[in-house]
């Protein structure tokens, strides 16, 4: 599944991916980078990151309304590329590789005015 959401990017980004998965692979399951436990700590203690969403010529924009640390920016040409973006953009504000996605559980909030929160 991971494959498929990054078939469509740069070789350098599935190099990425790859090099992520075989570090979770070598590290098991017995630790975590530390950016997922702080990702986890930052949705306990502020809540969900809203998302303000504009159009850029042929691609959507989403910029975050309420971050803490700053701002992450994502983009796409589709609501489907935006929201995988986004869930990256956020992965990457914590320094969590892509292959801890699953373990991010990172999931989009429509009824809190297009927020992202972790399960």
């Known amino acids: 599944m991971l ?3 990054n078939k469509s990017k740069s070789p350098m ?3 990425k991916v790859a090099k992520d998965r075989v570090g979770k692979f070598i590290l098991g399951t017995s630790t975590v980078p530390s950016g997922l436990l702080d ?3 930052y949705f306990k203690n502020f809540g969900p ?4 969403h504009h159009r850029e010529g042929d691609t959507l924009v989403s910029v975050s309304a309420n971050f803490t640390y700053g701002s992450i920016v994502a983009h796409g040409r589709t609501p489907e590329e935006l929201d995988r973006s986004v869930k990256d953009g956020i992965l990457t504000a914590f320094s969590v590789p892509s292959a801890y996605a699953p373990e991010a559980a990172i999931r ?3 009824d809190r005015g297009e927020a992202y ?3």
């Open 13 to 15: 980004n599935i190099f």
């Open 39 to 41: 990702l986890h700590r």
């Open 108 to 110: 989009r909030e429509t």
């Open 49 to 52: 990151i809203r998302f303000e």
């Open 117 to 119: 929160a972790a399960a």
């Open 3 to 5: 494959w498929q959401e």
